[in-house]
């Protein structure tokens, strides 16, 4: 069984072993759109640079808000890990993957309906909302392949193991520069070829997820994809407190970035370079309070409360 019992052992040894692979993990994930980002400018244009800019927050509030619904789904099934109450955990995880499944095609929904609109208020110039649009609907469509992703690296870690998610993040992160480089750097192509290689990237990760605790971890497996009542509200509970937490930074971005969007293409793109470098910045410190998250859920479950202390 591919797990840590962070019930018992070294606590720092313990800690340091979840945090490295989350900290590295969230680098990687910021990676995604930084290198879209990048290459779109380098070889696309100013207004592509820009445009994955100001695409950037809408999509980071979606993001941090599935992973903040996972990371509370992650509490449940690291306090059930701690009990040794496999059928629960397995239970928990087949509501969590159900429940983000319909969240993520409705967010994909609406997103792909009202970006224009949502964009237009937003103050993207002009010349850049064609570019915008085209970028933002796509990554709306791949939403439950993310979904999906965070809710299975979570299954993984909420069980201690986080380095195997970011092994395959990490895969999955070359894997989207490397087509990245090819389709838009040497055949030429768009914005919208940037889209669709990281929404694959992303569905790889996934994909290697699945197969892995599938094969690996007997006790995250599930035959058929149901949603609990009982435990899609306690999971709605928990992770609602943790997605409106994930999402505040970038619903506070998204101010900012609607009032740089008046100044124009250039300091547009200016700006969302910068913010490129804040965002790698911050997130350690959060991961490492996620890993503290994992360890506090499992000795909860075993009943450990002194090693919690």
Do not use: W
Request: net charge neutral; with cysteine.
């Amino acid at each position: 069984m591919a797990s840590t019992d962070l019930t018992h052992g070294s606590i720092f040894k313990a800690l340091i072993g979840q945090a490295v692979p989350l900290v590295l993990g969230s680098l990687f994930q910021l990676a995604y759109n930084a290198v879209d980002s990048i290459i779109a400018g380098q070889f696309i244009g100013t207004e592509a640079l820009a445009a994955t800019g100001m695409a950037a927050p809408i999509m980071n509030i979606l993001i941090l808000g599935i992973s903040g619904l996972s990371m509370g789904a992650g509490v449940i099934m690291s306090t059930y890990f701690g009990e040794k109450n496999y059928e629960m955990l397995s239970k928990e995880l087949s509501t969590l993957l159900g429940a983000g499944l319909v969240f993520s095609l409705i967010a994909a929904f609406l997103g792909v309906v009202f970006a224009v609109p949502l964009l237009s208020v937003l103050n993207v110039p002009a010349e850049a909302l064609d570019m915008t649009v085209v970028y933002l609907r796509i990554i709306f469509c791949g939403l439950p392949f993310t979904c999906f992703y965070n809710a299975l690296s979570q299954a993984l870690k909420s069980v201690g193991d986080s380095a195997t998610p970011l092994k395959f993040l990490t895969f999955s992160s070359v894997l989207n520069a490397l087509l990245d480089l090819f389709f838009i750097g040497y055949l030429g192509f768009g914005i919208m070829c940037s889209a669709m290689t990281t929404i694959i990237s992303q569905g790889v990760a996934a994909l290697l997820c699945a197969i892995y605790i599938k094969r690996k971890v007997a006790i995250l497996s599930f035959n058929k994809l149901t949603i609990d009542k009982s435990l899609l509200k306690t999971t709605l509970s928990f992770g609602s407190i943790t997605a409106l937490q994930q999402a505040c930074q970038p619903i506070g971005k998204l101010l900012i970035q609607s009032a740089v969007n008046t100044l124009g293409v250039v300091v547009i793109a200016a700006y969302n370079a910068v913010t490129r470098i804040d965002d790698f910045a911050f997130t350690p410190e959060q991961s490492i309070s996620h890993a503290m998250t994992t360890f506090t859920a499992q000795n909860k479950g075993s009943r450990n409360i002194e090693r919690i202390r």
